[in-house]
């Protein structure tokens, strides 16, 4: 018995609805073929479904119910961040096994916050900073750049991460542009990252305020001036954005329903399109970056038992990290010691597809490039390990 919760009420609920179908999907298929392994038996998983309600006191309440009531000792879940820091903190006192389908807070991975059985299978907020930080300077070579961000947490933790990569580039002039949640005129926020003539405006919104700053970019003409890099993009928002206004802009992502783009992994592709095809059959719709990340984490889970012999809490993390290399369709990928893990392929560039260039609703990008540096990640050392 493993317990499962996710934001399907309140804020995280569309993107809750997605990862609950992935999640169920690799523990389905683990019950198809016998169940989990446990030394010479094989134990079909029961699921302890809860709701957080996208509330972090909610959280705490549900996780201590299904340790309490129901003996439960792994737990799948969290949607957004500060919920999965409330459950990582439970964890700490009641000793379950902890594994984060989302993109938690950096500080998560610190030594000092960290519970001894958490992970999380995405990886912090900061990365989507970092990575698209790394990838426009060190990739694409610009010496300008603006941040368009949202002033929220989500936006401060991604702004660090790429401030600590562009600080390390002397000869790149940078600035930061931020706009409040939920603003309705983006265009003299937009203006104000013009001023200085960048090469990148690298713009960090989230769901509506996403759609708002893409599509008065758009209208703006933008793209004729500059190039626009979207950091960190799912299918839930770009199913909102005017296929004319992603057109041309280059996207950060963690992964994409088809890989075909990138050619030079062809094992991946395979993969990837597997995976895809089997979630496409099971749940009715192409799989997403956030799914696809729950369905990753709860195979791991499902390996850590195995591993382990058992649902031992300790005994399943002390597992995972004497065997930390695992494939998933992301690709190759080593559990860190601060509980999460350094894929070969840390985030892909897609570029978006206008209206013409779209064979389905569910086809906005093509992936032309990806970051695979050593900037996506903190070291260890700087995390207390």
Known sequence: KI???????????????MQTPSTMMAIDEANAAGGVKLGDKKYKIEVVHRDDETKPDVAIRRVTEMVRDEGIKVIIGGTFSHVSVA??????????????????????????????????????NGQAGRGAAAFVVDVKKAKNVVFFMPDYAYGKFAWEGAKEVL??????????????????DMTPYLLKCMESNPDFICMGHWG?????????????????KTKLFFNWIID????????????????????????????QDPELIKVSTDFDA?????VGKRADPYGMGAYAGAKETLRAMELAGSDDPQKMYEALMANPEFYSPKGPATWRADGR????????VAEGKG??????????????SVYDGDAFLPPLKELGW
């Open 341 to 348: 893990p350094r894929f070969k392929y840390n985030a892909w």
């Open 208 to 224: 509506n305020d996403a759609i708002t700053a893409l599509k008065q970019a758009y209208d703006m003409g933008l793209r004729k």
């Open 278 to 282: 089997r979630y496409t059959k099971a």
């Open 87 to 124: 459950i990582n903190e439970a964890s700490k006192k009641q000793k379950f096994f902890f594994m984060a389908s989302n993109g938690v807070a950096d500080k998560f991975f610190t030594k000092a916050v960290k519970g001894p059985y958490s992970l999380s299978i995405i990886g912090d």
């Open 236 to 263: 839930v928002m770009a199913a909102g954005i005017p296929a004319e206004a992603l057109d041309g802009v280059w996207c950060q992502m963690y992964w994409y329903h088809d890989m075909s783009g990138f050619t």
């Open 3 to 17: 317990g499962m919760i996710y934001s399907m009420t309140g804020p995280g609920s569309v993107m809750g609805a």
């Open 355 to 368: 209206p013409q260039d779209r064979k389905d609703k569910d086809d906005y990008a093509k992936i032309i």
């Open 167 to 184: 600080d390390k580039r002397p000869g790149v002039k940078y600035d930061v542009v931020w706009s409040p949640v939920g603003t309705a």
